[in-house]
C-alpha cells in the first residue's frame, strides 16, 4: 500500500468525544518512549504526523487521522510513565480502555515494544488484556537500529515466548526501526490486507 494522504482529523480525550466509527481504524499504542511518533511518521512518510515528543507522557488525547481516505490511523496515549499525574492517568487510560473495548470500527491494534529490551511485565500484561478482551493485535519491536542483532533476536524470542505462556496463537509481529524505514513496507502491506479481508 502507499500512503498517498494522511490528514489529522481529530483529537478526542476522552471516549465519547471520539469521531463517528466510519472508517476502519489501526491503533497504535505503546509504553511512552517507546517510539511511537517515529514509527507513525516514518510509517505515513510524513516528518510530523506525530509530534516526537521530547517530553515523555506528552501524547495524551485518542489522535485520529485518514489516509487515502480509507482507513483511520489511531494514535493512542502512551501507557506506563510514572511522572503522569495519577488523576490524568487514570482519566487517559479509561479514554483508552474504553476505546480498545468498545469501539466497533477497530481493525487492528499495534502494540509497540521496545526492541532494545528483555521482555516488560506491563507490555505483556497488556498483551494479555487485548487477548482476553478479544481485541486484534499485532506487535511492533521499535528502534531495531539501537539493538545489536543477536541481542534484538534474543529479546523478541524472549517476548513471544512469553507471550505463548498467556496468550493462545502467536500474534503477527514486525521489526522497525524510524531512522532505517524498516518493517514500513510490511506494516502497511499487513493493513492493506486486513482492509481487503
Ligand atoms: P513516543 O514517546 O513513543 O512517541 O516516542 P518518540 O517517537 O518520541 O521517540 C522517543 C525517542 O526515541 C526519541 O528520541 C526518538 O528519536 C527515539 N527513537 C524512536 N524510534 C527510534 C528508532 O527506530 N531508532 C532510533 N535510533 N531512535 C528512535
Do not use: H
Request: aromatic share 10%; net charge neutral.
Amino acid at each position: 500500500m502507499k500512503v498517498r494522504s494522511a490528514d489529522f482529523e481529530t483529537s478526542a480525550p476522552e471516549y465519547e468525544l471520539c469521531p463517528p466509527p466510519n472508517l476502519p481504524e489501526f491503533a497504535f499504542i505503546g509504553r511512552s518512549n517507546v517510539g511511537k511518533s517515529s514509527l507513525l511518521n516514518m510509517l505515513t512518510g510524513r516528518k510530523a504526523l506525530a509530534r516526537v515528543s521530547a517530553r515523555p507522557g506528552a501524547t495524551q488525547m485518542i489522535n485520529f487521522f485518514t489516509i487515502n481516505g480509507n482507513w483511520s490511523l489511531v494514535d493512542l496515549p502512551g501507557y506506563g510513565y510514572s511522572k503522569t499525574p495519577q488523576a490524568v492517568r487514570e482519566n487517559f487510560q479509561k479514554a483508552v480502555s474504553d476505546y480498545l473495548a468498545n469501539r466497533e470500527s477497530l481493525s487492528c491494534v499495534f502494540v509497540l515494544i521496545d526492541g532494545r529490551l528483555t521482555p516488560q511485565k506491563i507490555d505483556l500484561d497488556f498483551c494479555d488484556w487485548l487477548a482476553v478482551g478479544g481485541v486484534p493485535f499485532v506487535i511492533a519491536f521499535t528502534k531495531a537500529d539501537k539493538t545489536k542483532a543477536g541481542k534484538l533476536k534474543s529479546n523478541v524470542e524472549a517476548f513471544l515466548a512469553e507471550l505463548a505462556d498467556r496468550v493462545e496463537g502467536e500474534p503477527r509481529w514486525f521489526v522497525t526501526s524510524a531512522p532505517e524505514s524498516k518493517g514500513r513496507e510490511e506494516m502497511l502491506e499487513f493493513i492493506g490486507q486486513v482492509l481487503e479481508s
